[in-house]
């Protein structure tokens, strides 16, 4: 069964930093794209960043790029996003999710229970 | 504002059927990208529903069905019941900003 637990939410003043860290279980880590989706609290799902499965291609969202840092250790199944000058507008529930390949592009198969972002003075 | 859009809300009666449409653009669903489909219950995480325009994953029941023309797509429930309460997103990739995109989402009530 495939597992993903998040943690290293908590709260923090605006422009500070954060790390979100993702363990993976159950399933073969280093053969699947990771993403991270977050959700603001009574809002909408919002793509964030993601990372391919074994060169470790980065990619981000227009509203996190320049500020975030995704990586992955595949030798001990982690997905982490580095989160630093976080704004208020950051405050969300961060998922870790496992991407599906799809015909021309994946989708998320997987989620984890997510980790609470709060930005707040 | 989302890229995709859904309805707020839809609601429906026990047994009865119910749509939820998603509308989007040349560059996400009306090109080649498939739309995808997420139930999220109330404090719980989005969990996958429907994959690739109409495809169930395992143990979703065949009330629960998809499909896709043109730049939309649409979430059909049949035989509601109470259960089926949650919110809904669709999700599909759009090229000219290259992220994958998510609809508003659709509370549904039943």
């Known amino acids: 069964e495939v597992q993903l637990l998040e943690s290293g939410g908590g709260l923090v003043q605006p422009g500070g930093s954060l790390r979100l860290s993702c363990a993976a279980s159950g399933f073969s880590f280093s053969s699947y794209d990771m993403s991270w989706v977050r959700q603001a609290p009574g809002k909408g799902l919002e793509w964030v960043s993601g990372?391919?499965?074994?060169?470790?291609?980065?990619y981000y969202a227009e509203s996190v790029r320049g500020r975030c840092t995704i990586s992955r250790d595949n030798s001990k199944y982690t997905l982490d996003l580095q989160m630093n000058r976080l704004r208020v507008d950051d405050t969300a529930i961060y998922y870790c999710v496992k991407h599906r390949p799809g015909r021309f592009r994946d989708y998320f198969d997987s989620w984890g229970q997510g980790t609470l972002v709060t930005v707040s003075s | 504002q989302s890229v995709l859009t859904q309805p707020p809300s839809v609601s429906g009666a026990p047994g009865q059927r119910v749509t939820i449409s998603c509308t989007g653009s040349s560059s996400n669903i009306g090109a080649r990208y498939d739309v995808h489909w997420y139930r999220q219950f109330p404090g719980t995480a989005p969990k996958l529903l429907i994959y690739?325009?109409?495809n169930r994953p395992s143990g979703v029941p065949d009330r629960f069905s998809g499909s896709k023309s043109g730049t939309s797509a649409s979430l059909a429930i049949t035989g509601l019941q109470a259960d089926d309460e949650a919110d809904y997103y669709c999700q599909s990739f759009d090229s000219s900003l290259s992220v994958w995109v998510f609809g508003g989402g659709t509370t549904l009530t039943v």
């Open positions: 690739a325009n109409n």
């Open positions: 990372i391919t499965r074994s060169d470790g291609y980065t």
